[in-house]
C-alpha cells in the first residue's frame, strides 16, 4: 500500500449554484450529484471526503480564487476526482455591467429599487437593443477557464467538466440572447477540454435540451432527475477506475 493509498480517498467540486441544492425547486442535499457520488464511493473505497469549493451567484474568477488557495493548503498530487461546473454565472446576458451593478447594491434603498424595477420591467427591451453585458468576457473566460482545467489536471488524478445547462423556453424569452451565450461559452469550455488525457466532459447541454422540462427548473437550474443523471455518468467513468 502506497503512501496515497492509506489516505482517505478525496474528491472536491468547484461549481456555482447549479452543483448545489436548492429547495426551492425540490432539490434537497441528499438529491444533489455530489451526495449521491459520495454514498457511491463510500461503497468503493473504506474512507471518502468530499470537499464542495461551489458558491451560488460567483464568476469563474472568484472560484478559480477557491481552488487556487485550496490546493495550496492540501499539497500537489492529493486529490483522486475533481468535478468543475460552472460558467452560467459568467455568460449570462445583465442589463448592468458587474461594476454598475455592484454601484446600485450599495445606493440608497429608495433608488436601488427603482433602478431594479426599472430594469426587471425593461429587460427584454433593453435586450434587443443591445443594452446587455456579461460579467466575463468570451476571452477572459477562455483564458481563465484553460488555465483552471490545466492546473486542476496536473494537481488531480480524474477531472470531470460539466458544461452549461440550457435554459427553458420561457427564460430564454426572458433574457433574450441567453441560449446563444450559453452555446458560445460551451463552445469555449469544449476547446480548452477537447483531447487532455484525465479529463473527462459531460455534455449536460446535449442532454438537458432533448427533455427540458424533466430537466430544468424555471429559474435556470436544474432538478433531481438532472442530479442523478450527471452522477450517472460519472459513475459510468468511475467503474473502470
Not at 476526482?81 to 460558467?87: P, T
Not at 443591445?130 to 460579467?135: I, L, P
Not at 467538466?161 to 427553458?168: C, E
Request: one cysteine or more.
Amino acid at each position: 500500500m502506497t503512501e496515497h493509498d492509506s489516505k482517505p480517498f478525496l474528491a472536491i467540486l468547484v461549481g456555482d449554484s447549479l452543483s448545489m441544492p436548492r429547495y426551492e425547486a425540490g432539490v434537497q442535499v441528499e438529491d444533489t450529484y455530489s451526495y449521491s457520488l459520495e454514498m457511491w464511493w463510500r461503497e468503493r473505497y473504506s474512507r471518502v471526503i468530499t470537499w464542495s469549493l461551489s458558491e451560488g451567484g460567483v464568476t469563474l474568477q472568484h472560484l478559480v480564487g477557491n481552488s487556487h488557495d485550496f490546493l495550496s493548503r492540501v499539497g500537489p498530487g492529493r486529490i483522486d476526482v475533481c468535478i468543475v461546473h460552472l460558467g452560467i454565472v459568467d455568460c449570462a446576458p445583465r442589463p448592468l455591467p458587474y461594476l454598475m451593478r455592484l454601484g446600485l447594491s450599495l445606493a440608497p434603498p429608495i433608488l436601488r429599487n427603482r433602478a431594479v424595477n426599472f430594469l426587471h420591467q425593461n429587460r427584454q427591451k433593453l435586450f434587443k437593443l443591445g443594452w446587455s453585458f456579461r460579467f466575463t468576457s468570451p476571452s477572459k473566460f477562455g483564458k481563465i477557464y484553460s488555465d483552471l482545467i490545466q492546473l486542476l489536471n496536473l494537481q488531480c488524478r480524474r477531472v470531470y467538466v460539466i458544461n452549461i445547462a440550457p435554459g427553458l423556453e420561457t427564460v430564454y424569452r426572458h433574457s433574450p440572447g441567453l441560449k446563444e451565450s450559453i452555446v458560445r461559452y460551451n463552445e469555449i469550455i469544449g476547446k480548452a477540454t477537447f483531447g487532455m488525457d484525465g479529463v473527462k466532459s459531460i455534455d449536460a447541454f446535449g442532454e438537458f435540451q432533448n427533455a427540458p422540462e424533466r430537466y430544468l427548473t424555471a429559474d435556470l437550474h436544474i432538478t433531481k432527475e438532472a442530479h442523478n443523471w450527471i452522477c450517472e455518468q460519472i459513475v459510468g467513468y468511475e467503474e473502470f477506475v
